[in-house]
């Protein structure tokens, strides 16, 4: 009988989490020696606890031969990508990061309309209602400022009608 998904997420208790990173230490170390042993692979783990405690393992004695031939592989490969970046042209690149950006902007748009909220958490609910807190402002802000500025012309608009009439206003628009 299988076991149930467990939600990633940090485990807040101290003990049960240095309990779940030692089990799973030892579960990653078993897999690395059985891939290694079944697939005759070249294997380097390297974990750190969060009190730094380094724990790693490799097939051959030394891993600084493995980190090593990572680099080189690491860097060859950097170069391959570049070069086929480049003769493929930057457009496909742009193409796809402008694509995900369009997609961030439609999910914030419908956010912002009140729609897709079911998938938010508490934390980006408060920075969604912040933000309409302070777009709010800047609108009423502007609002108000143009409504001064259609009084005062109109204050204008009346006050050059009767001195145009001669006329002396009794009273004025506030």
Known sequence: MGRGKVELKRIENKINRQVTFSKRRSGLLKKAHEISVLCDADVGLIIFSAKGKL??????????????????????????????????????????????????????????MGEDLDTLSVKELQSLEHQLDSALKHIRSRKNQLMNESISELQKKVRSQFLHQGKKPTYYIV
């Open 55 to 112: 724990f790693e393992y490799s097939t051959t004695s030394c891993m600084e031969r493995i980190l090593e031939r990572y680099e080189r592989y690491s860097y060859a490969e950097r170069q391959l990508v570049a070069a086929d970046i480049d003769s493929q042209g930057r457009w496909t690149l742009e193409h796809v990061k402008l694509k995900a950006r369009l997609e961030v902007l439609e999910r914030n748009q419908r956010h912002f």
